[in-house]
């Protein structure tokens, strides 16, 4: 392969780079992981355009943008790719659909399986499929398959997989996801649980599945039959976005954007956290999202917003409701190590809303902060969450229900 005149490093010491860190960060934890991830030449499957070091970096590459900008398909980020193929214990011989394709992560996924394994890697886009099947031959894995569909339908004609890995964000679980896989097998998905997404790994059980780890990410939504679309209001053109993940969520927009246009409630939590404390502070958003009341997360442009909406995260940001007020989740530095949660409102409920989500930040402080975190369950329609388990939050959808329960105070899950 040519290379390229913004490579830094030759491909091989940049692979080898990058894999050291993803060991030494934690996220390569198997020697049959790391062994992938030594081999499959990433830049292959980045486009032509993409450096040797943007390639080898534990970061996104966006493969293709609709027009307006919004990645359509990307390479995963390493370390959850790494994430990924840990939780899904993949044994030489396995089985495994891949879906939503670009060919890296399906030749990873090969190098685990081994020769007597099967990877068949299915895409809803023909380029992505085009070009998938290009890097897959030229890196040494024609004996991938990558097929071109809408993985709604799964894909029977290799069926069943020992492990299903969706990298696409997904908001339900089609049946035919469920028939393909074997009765022991794993299902790793990135569900989208009131505008939270959370890649769960997913084992049967009875009737019903239950994920054993939950893990904060992002992927670009999921096209096709399987598209259950948020309501996305722009407040304020594109520089502040309201989305709604929820049909009974009930807002003014007109209400809310004027409400932009008056003073900010500015109130902060007791409640801090620091640098080493990172890991604890992932649950704090799905315990808000949890809540029974109206909710949406906030997407900020940070520059453009500066000074009028300073959201916790700009992309994803937890905000209570009512009709025509909101308070979104704030976080100011303290120092060097400290930060301090708290919560910004507007609208003439701004005082209640701000109260209201100190308030729950004190509980997760409290009861949930250093706890195993919520117990996650997805009910295929037609079977119901045990009435004892008493989710605080039932996400109905087209096929399924996603129940999410968090333990009582001082209680295991
Ligand atoms: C994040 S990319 C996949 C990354 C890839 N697994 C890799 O090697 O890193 C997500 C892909 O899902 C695809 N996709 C979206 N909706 C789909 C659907 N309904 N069926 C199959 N693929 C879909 C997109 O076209 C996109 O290429």
């Not at 890995?165 to 990135?190: C, H």
């Not at 939270?196 to 009737?207: F, G, K, P, V």
């Amino acid at each position: 392969m040519a290379g390229n005149a913004l490579d830094a490093l030759p491909a091989d010491e940049a692979r080898t780079r990058l894999v050291d860190q993803l060991r030494a960060n934690g996220w390569i934890t198997s020697p049959a992981v790391e062994a992938a991830f030594r081999r499959v030449p990433r830049h292959l499957f980045a486009p032509a355009d993409v450096s040797i070091d943007a390639a080898y970096t534990d970061d996104v590459v966006i493969t293709k943008r609709r027009r307006d900008g919004r990645a359509t398909s990307s390479i995963s980020a390493p370390w959850l790719q790494a994430t990924m193929l840990h939780a899904a214990c993949l044994q030489p011989g396995a089985r495994v659909l891949e879906i939503g394709s670009g060919g890296y992560n399906a030749a990873l996924i090969a190098e685990v399986v081994g020769p007597h394994g099967t990877v068949t890697s299915i895409d809803i886009d023909p380029d992505v499929t085009a070009h998938a099947r290009a890097a897959l031959d030229t890196a040494g894995y024609p004996h991938v398959q990558a097929v071109t569909a809408d993985a709604v339908d799964g894909w029977p004609g290799a069926a069943p997989y020992d492990a299903i890995i969706v990298t696409v964000e997904a908001s339900d679980l089609p049946p035919a996801w469920l028939d393909q896989l074997t009765p022991t097998g794993v299902l790793i998905a990135p569900l989208r649980i009131r505008g939270m997404t959370r890649c769960l790994t997913l084992r049967r059980h009875e009737d019903h599945l239950v994920a054993t780890a939950a893990l904060q990410c992002g992927f670009v939504p999921m096209q096709g039959d399987g598209h259950t679309p948020t309501r996305r209001l722009a407040l304020r053109g594109d520089d502040v976005v309201l989305i709604l993940d929820d049909t009974t969520t009930d807002v003014h927009p007109e209400a809310l954007t004027s409400a932009l246009h008056t003073p900010r409630l500015d109130t902060w939590s007791p409640v801090t956290i620091t640098m080493q404390d990172g890991s604890s502070f992932e649950s704090l958003h799905l315990w808000l999202a949890s809540q029974p009341r109206p909710f949406g997360t906030l997407a900020v442009n940070r520059e453009r917003a500066a000074g009028l909406v300073d959201p916790q995260d700009r992309f994803v940001c937890p905000t209570l409701l009512t009709t025509d007020s909101l308070a979104y989740l704030a976080m100011r530095k303290l120092d060097d190590t400290t930060w301090q949660f708290g919560a910004h409102g507007f609208g003439p409920d701004a005082s209640t809303l701000t109260t209201d989500m100190l308030q729950l930040i004190t509980v997760w402080n409290h009861d949930h902060r250093h706890g195993p975190g919520p117990h996650i369950t997805v009910h295929p329609t037609g079977t119901e969450p045990h009435a004892s388990d008493r989710p605080q939050l039932l996400v109905a959808r087209r096929h399924a229900t996603i129940a999410v329960t968090w333990p009582a105070p001082g209680k295991p899950r």
